[in-house]
């Protein structure tokens, strides 16, 4: 109990470290906080009148995509934040004291999490300003909050591990680029019937369309297909089940150099 105690505690202690660094960056101000903001501005006012989505405002649609994809600009700030903390050596400094090396990782991915969840505050402070109105039912904002959470944190743990295997913040910055893409190619912003038939398939196929889908319907008040909510789930969890372990043991074969 007292060494769970201890992890949570060095956790926690790193996650504030995480913050601090975050807060002193205005780089990261911009990129986490500012820029979706900008993007969900953007996305209605000149698509807004041209896409035309069913019987709900463009505005409405693309909430859930562009909460999504908060997630996933956060997880490349993650991702070169652990790269810079390897590359500079003070992760290998930390790892001289007497801590658990995952909970260097969870400290950052904890950050990450609570950044995320201020960046994804902000963009649905935005979308009430231009008219979105979520059903405020207990079960829908649960589903969402739950689904979202899952997202966050499989990109974390995704980005942790790309922040470790990159030589350069520069290559940690490219290759977590690859899960910006991911939510355009879904069916975040258009609907994935509208795409190209390539694109359609591998929309239908990804991780990001059934996860989008089901908050949509959550926030929406419809009913959230049972089929579609257990697939964003399911690649929730095991994106986080593969990545939390890949990236502890890439990061014990890095320092252990």
């Known amino acids: 109990m007292e060494k769970t105690k201890r992890n949570y505690r060095d956790t926690l202690t790193i996650a504030w470290r995480c913050l601090l660094l975050s807060c002193r960056n205005p780089e990261t101000f911009l990129t986490s906080i500012l820029l979706p903001a900008l993007m969900m501005l953007l996305f209605v006012s000149l698509f807004g009148s041209l896409i035309h989505v069913g019987g709900t405002s463009y505005t409405a649609y693309i909430v859930p995509g562009v909460l999504i994809q908060c997630a996933a600009q956060g997880s490349s700030t993650t991702a070169i934040m652990i790269n810079q903390d390897i590359t500079s050596g003070i992760m290998s400094r930390f790892a001289t004291l007497p801590i658990r090396r995952r909970t260097l990782l969870s400290g950052h991915v904890l950050e990450a999490y609570g950044r995320s969840l201020v960046t994804s505050a902000v963009v649905l402070l935005i979308a009430l300003l231009m008219g979105f109105r979520p059903a405020l039912s207990l079960p829908g904002l649960g589903i969402s909050f739950l689904l979202l959470s899952g997202m966050i944190l499989a990109l974390s743990w995704l980005s942790a591990t790309v922040g470790i295997l990159s030589k350069s913040a520069q ?35 990804q991780p990001m369309t059934p996860v ?18 257990a697939a964003a789930l399911i690649w929730c969890a095991f994106l986080t089940v593969v990545f939390y372990p890949v990236s502890v043991l890439a990061m014990q074969k890095r320092l252990s150099r």
């Open 171 to 205: 290559g940690a910055s490219s290759l977590s680029s690859l899960a910006i893409i991911l939510p355009y190619l879904s069916s975040g912003f258009v609907p994935a019937e509208h795409l190209p038939p390539l694109l359609r398939t591998f929309a239908r196929y």
């Open 212 to 229: 989008i889908d089901s908050m949509r319907a959550a926030l929406a008040g419809a009913p959230t297909d049972a089929g579609t909510l």
